[in-house]
């Protein structure tokens, strides 16, 4: 039956709905037809279909104790000093 429709996707194919704490807002009904439309659109692809929340937001990520990179991080301290003596 779904198989005329069928047009799978050359590789692998993830489809990610961002923002799903957003869409919980929404009412009920809404929220059915979203889901059942992404879920066809999917399955017609022959996607996998992810939602995920967005974390909170760091206001600067590069200070973020879980994205450390030591090179990267001493060249943005250089970086930091040189525009700040340059604004003073």
Request: proline share 7%.
């Amino acid at each position: 039956m779904d198989k005329n429709m069928m047009d799978p996707f050359l590789i692998p194919l993830i489809i990610v709905g961002g923002k799903a704490d957003i869409f919980q807002d929404f009412d009920s009904e809404k929220r059915k037809i979203i889901c059942k439309t992404l879920r066809f659109v999917a399955h017609v692809n022959g996607a996998a279909l992810q939602n995920i929340t967005n974390p909170a937001m760091v206001e600067d990520p590069a200070k973020d104790p879980q994205y450390k990179e030591p090179a990267i991080d001493s060249i943005r301290a250089q970086k930091d000093e040189i525009t700040e003596l340059i604004q003073t």
